[in-house]
């Protein structure tokens, strides 16, 4: 039976604000299966960021679980494993691409940083623009960058907000692709908020978010019962 990589049980995320509180999630429950890709669509403001920082150990529930059975144990800070690509990118602003993509294996093991970091920017055809900085990159680029930085130290499960969000309809396609076919060769998880439906349509399951809940969960082949 394919590994559980992360298990979310009856999930809230409130936030205070000045006018009262924000439940930007409501109840998730889902489980995450090694190698499975996940798209989350929904409207701005349905909790689809909100969510995924919770997925990746970047935030903590209100109340309810996040488990990470298969990416490490819980009492780390936060669950290892996991490569995460931000909303609009995130490149550190001093370091040139390559070093962006460098810097988490600079903060693991090290071992080998500029060739895999450039063996990753190719994955994504833009080993080219290894030197340049972030802000002579368009916003197109720089995703493409951030996607790299997330697959370079070869995660069980890649988080991306909305990494497409930039590029147009041709360049958000062949990004995906190229991101598929690399958790294909490795086995990894993929989950992927999104707007935009033709890049949703590329994953196996969708999961439909509408004021912090699930409208749906499409499954398609091969994912079945994991809901
Ligand atoms: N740190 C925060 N403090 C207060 N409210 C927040 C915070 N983060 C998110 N929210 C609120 O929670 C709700 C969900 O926000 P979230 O960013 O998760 O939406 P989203 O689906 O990612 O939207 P978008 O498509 O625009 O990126 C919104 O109402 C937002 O204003
Ligand atoms: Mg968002």
């Known amino acids: 039976m394919a590994k559980t990589l992360a298990v979310a049980t009856d999930l809230w995320r409130s936030f205070q604000r000045e006018r009262g509180v924000v439940a930007a999630v409501q109840g998730c429950s889902f489980r995450i299966i090694a190698g499975e890709t996940i798209a989350i669509i929904g409207p701005s403001g349905c909790g689809k960021t909100t969510l995924l920082n919770l997925i990746a150990g970047l935030d903590v529930p209100s109340s309810g679980r996040m488990e990470w059975p298969g990416l490490g144990s819980s009492d780390t800070l936060r669950p290892g494993r996991i490569g995460v690509v931000f909303q609009s990118a995130n490149l550190m602003p001093v ?42 990159l368009s916003g197109g ?11 370079v130290t070869n995660p069980e499960l890649i988080v991306a907000d909305e990494p497409t969000g930039q590029l147009d309809q041709a360049g958000a396609a062949i990004l995906v692709d190229r991101l598929l076919t690399w958790g294909q060769q490795t086995g990894s998880a993929i989950i992927i908020a999104t707007h935009d439906e033709r890049v949703a349509a590329k994953m196996s399951r969708i999961w439909r978010m509408r004021h912090g809940k699930f409208e749906n969960m499409v499954e398609r082949a091969a994912c079945t019962g994991t809901g």
Not at 102 to 118: F, V
Not at 144 to 149: D, E, K, P, Q
């Open 141 to 151: 680029q720089a995703e493409r960058i951030a996607v790299a930085r997330a697959i």
């Open 95 to 136: 370091l040139s691409a390559v070093e962006n993509v460098e810097l988490p294996i600079l903060l693991g093991n090290g071992i080998e940083a500029e060739a895999r970091a450039l063996a990753a920017l190719a994955v994504f055809g833009v080993e080219t623009l290894a030197s340049k900085l972030p802000e002579q």
